[in-house]
C-alpha cells in the first residue's frame, strides 16, 4: 500500500466524501502533502473506520447507478485483460514485498543472536532484557491484523477494481470502474471532459496520456495521426485504464466550452407526472449524443416546427437518454402536440444547450436549492449531478402553488431517504406561482422569511433559484436583500 494516497482514494478507503476530507486537511487536522494523504495521518484520523463501504457511499453509488439505467450491468466487472493485468502488478509489488520481508527476518534472527552472544555487565544485562522484551513487543504487534492491514487489503481490492484517472492541468481525478471508458468514468464522477459522439468517430475526446497504461475497448473509425500517437494521444470514449493513470485533457469550465448541437433524437417515452404535466424521455441516436451542463436548457421541435425550449431535467453523466417536464399550457402550440399527437418513436429534433444556470463546482459552500412549482426541472438535473460531484450538503425547498405542482414527489423522497446530506422540504404557497402580486407578494415573502429563519446555515450557501418569472424575481431580491451577493443566488426564469 502506498504510503501517500490522493483524497479520492482516501476518501474511498475510509468512506467518506472528498469534501469531508479536504475540511480535515484545512482545519489543520489532517496533513497534505502536494495534494495527498498519508496513511498515517488518514489513520489517525479515522482509526475505527469500517473496511465495508460505508452505507452512505454505497447508497451514493445506487442512486448513480440507477441514473445510468442499463448501463450498469454492462460494466460490472473489468475487461478480462484489463483486471490480469491489475493482478499481475500486484504480484509483483507482493513479490517484492515478501522478498524485502524475507531479509528482515534473517536481519531480526541475526541481530537476536548477536545480542544473546554479547557479553556484558549486570548492569547491560538488564538493559539488553529490556531491549528485547522491547524488540518482541514492537514485533509482535506489527504482525497483529489491525485496522492498518484492512486499510491495505481494502486499498489492494480497489487497485484491482478500479483506477485512477488524474487530469492535467485541471488536476482533477475520479475512479475508473468495471468496463468504463475512460470518459464513461469521466462523466460519471461529474467531470465534463471535451468530446462529441462518444462512438470513435469525431476524434474530439483526444487527450494524451503522461503516464500509466491504457487498453483499446471500443473500435474507433477516427484515425489519429501517427505523429500524435506516438505522444501518447488515444481517444478517451474507446480506451479504458490499466493502471493509475495521469492525462492530459480539455474539461469544460464554463458554457461556453459546450459546442451547439442539433441532433434528431427519437421519443422513448411519455408518462403522466400530474394531470398537466407529463415526463418527455427522448433518446439520441448512439453516436450522437446531447453534450450539456447540468441545469441547462436545449429546444425541442415536432410537427411542424412547434418549438419550445425546456430545461433538461436530467443529469449530463446520460448524454443519451435525455429527460423534460412538460406542463400544459392550453393554446400553446408546441404544448398541445406533445399531450395530444406525439407518440412514442417519433422523431424530435434537439438543438442546445442554452442557459448559464449551472452548477459552481468549486464552492465549497452548502447547496441550497429552491423549485417554485415546475422550477424543479432544472434543479432536478442540478441536484443529480451535485450527487454525482458528492456534493457535502444539499438542500431542497420545492416551493408550489398547489400541492398538485409537487410532481414527483417519489424521486425527492427516494434522495431524502438515501442520503444523510440530502434535506428536503416541500411547502405549499397556496397561490399561484404565476402571478404574484399584492397580497400573494406579501404571502411568498413570509414563506421565504420563514425558510431563513429556520435554517441559519443558509444565508452561508449558494442559492439556485428555478421557476415562474413572477415569483422568481421576488425570491431573488429577498435573498439579494439578506445580503447574499449576486455570485451566490443563480436564477433560472422560466
Ligand atoms: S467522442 Fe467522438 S471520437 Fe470520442
Not at 522478498?99 to 544473546?116: F, H, I, P, T
Not at 529490556?130 to 524488540?135: E, F, G, M, P, S
Request: hydrophobic content about 45%; some cysteine; aromatic content about 6%.
Amino acid at each position: 500500500m502506498n504510503d501517500l494516497l490522493s483524497l479520492t482514494r482516501a476518501a474511498r478507503l475510509v468512506g467518506v466524501s472528498r469534501v469531508v476530507l479536504q475540511k480535515k486537511i484545512q482545519c489543520g487536522e489532517m496533513a497534505s502533502f502536494d495534494g495527498m494523504v498519508s496513511t498515517d495521518s488518514l489513520l489517525s484520523c479515522y482509526p475505527d473506520a469500517q473496511l465495508e463501504d460505508t452505507v452512505e457511499l454505497k447508497r451514493i453509488s445506487q442512486i448513480k447507478e440507477r441514473a445510468f439505467g442499463k448501463r450498469v450491468f454492462e460494466r460490472a466487472m473489468p475487461d478480462a485483460e484489463v483486471l490480469a493485468a491489475r493482478v499481475t502488478d500486484l504480484s509483483k509489488e507482493l513479490a517484492i514485498s515478501q522478498s524485502q520481508l524475507k531479509k528482515l527476518n534473517v536481519l531480526l534472527n541475526n541481530l537476536w543472536k548477536r545480542l544473546d552472544a554479547s557479553e556484558c555487565n549486570a548492569e547491560s544485562r538488564e538493559a539488553m532484557a529490556n531491549l528485547k522484551l522491547w524488540i518482541k513487543h514492537e514485533v509482535s504487534s506489527a504482525m497483529e491484523p489491525g485496522f492498518s492491514n484492512l486499510l491495505a487489503i481494502k486499498d489492494n481490492m480497489l487497485r484491482v477494481m478500479t483506477a485512477q484517472v488524474t487530469l492535467l492541468p485541471s488536476r482533477q481525478d475520479f475512479l475508473l470502474e468495471g468496463q468504463d471508458t475512460l470518459l464513461e468514468a469521466a462523466m460519471r464522477a461529474g467531470i465534463s471532459l471535451n468530446y462529441g459522439c462518444s462512438g470513435g468517430n469525431c476524434g474530439l475526446c483526444k487527450a494524451r496520456v503522461i503516464s500509466g497504461q491504457v487498453k483499446k475497448t471500443r473500435h474507433h473509425d477516427f484515425v489519429i495521426p501517427e505523429a500524435q500517437k506516438n505522444q501518447g494521444c488515444i481517444l478517451l470514449c474507446s480506451n479504458t485504464a490499466v493502471s493509475d493513470i495521469v492525462l492530459e485533457a480539455e474539461v469544460a469550465g464554463s458554457v461556453q466550452d459546450i459546442p451547439f448541437q442539433q441532433i434528431t433524437a427519437k421519443v422513448k417515452a411519455i408518462d403522466t407526472l400530474s394531470a398537466d404535466t407529463l415526463l418527455l424521455h427522448l433518446q439520441t441516436p448512439r453516436t450522437q449524443r446531447l453534450r450539456f451542463l447540468a441545469g441547462q436548457s436545449a429546444t425541442l421541435r415536432v410537427g411542424q416546427a412547434f418549438t419550445a425550449e425546456l430545461p433538461i431535467a436530467s443529469c449530463p453523466c446520460d448524454d443519451r437518454n435525455v429527460l423534460f417536464h412538460l406542463h400544459r399550457q392550453t393554446g400553446n402550440l408546441f404544448s398541445d402536440y406533445v399531450f395530444d399527437r406525439l407518440k412514442c418513436n417519433d422523431a424530435v429534433e434537439v438543438e442546445g444547450p442554452q442557459g448559464e444556470f449551472i452548477l459552481h463546482e468549486k464552492s465549497p459552500r452548502a447547496l441550497y436549492f429552491f423549485a417554485f412549482d415546475g422550477g424543479f426541472a432544472p434543479i432536478k438535473s442540478l441536484i443529480e449531478h451535485a450527487i454525482s460531484l458528492n456534493a457535502e450538503t444539499i438542500h431542497l425547498h420545492w416551493i408550489a402553488s398547489n400541492r398538485g405542482n409537487i410532481y414527483l414527489p417519489n424521486v425527492v423522497r427516494a434522495w431524502a431517504d438515501a442520503l444523510d446530506n440530502f434535506h428536503y422540504v416541500e411547502h405549499i404557497a397556496g397561490i399561484d406561482l404565476r402571478a404574484v402580486v399584492g397580497k400573494r407578494e406579501e404571502k411568498l415573502l413570509n414563506q421565504l422569511g420563514r425558510i431563513v429563519d429556520s435554517d441559519a446555515e443558509l444565508i452561508r450557501g449558494d442559492v439556485y433559484l428555478a421557476g415562474p418569472a413572477s415569483a422568481l424575481n421576488i425570491a431573488e431580491q429577498f435573498f439579494l436583500g439578506l445580503g447574499l451577493p449576486k455570485t451566490r443566488v443563480s436564477v433560472n426564469l422560466l
